[in-house]
């Protein structure tokens, strides 16, 4: 079994900043992507931005040249960095993890989601 568990979301006035972490632990073999994607109400869950373990970053339009993403694959963690919080970033932010266990086929895990709320 793989785990993924998020921390640092929280509330936030427009135009500040929050950094979310997520460490995924368990019978992990390597991650080859790990990403954070976001929900809000009544919307579909979309992407944020991911990073493979290469260091290839990819990230949403509506969040280029405000969120940053990184990864530490030794650590099997992901962080996101937000800056220039908006008030339609609040969303759950679910963290996503591509995973090679022990036992199985590779296949993506979820974190629970942390809530991001940003308003004034």
């Known amino acids: 079994q793989v785990q993924l568990v998020e921390s640092g979301g929280g509330l936030v006035q427009p135009g500040g900043s929050l950094r979310l972490s997520c460490k995924a632990s368990g019978s992990i073999f390597s991650i080859s992507t790990m990403g954070w994607y976001r929900q809000a109400p009544g919307k579909q869950r979309e992407l944020v931005a991911t990073v493979t373990s290469g260091g290839s970053t990819n990230y949403a339009d509506s969040v280029k040249g405000r969120f940053t993403i990184s990864g530490d694959f030794i650590k099997n963690t992901v962080y996101l960095q937000m800056n220039s919080l908006k008030p339609e970033d609040t969303a759950v932010h679910y963290c996503?993890?591509?995973?090679?266990?022990?036992?199985?086929?590779?296949?993506?895990?979820w974190g629970q989601g942390t809530q991001v709320t940003v308003s004034s």
């Open positions: 996503q993890a591509f995973v090679r266990t022990l036992f199985g086929r590779p296949r993506d895990y």
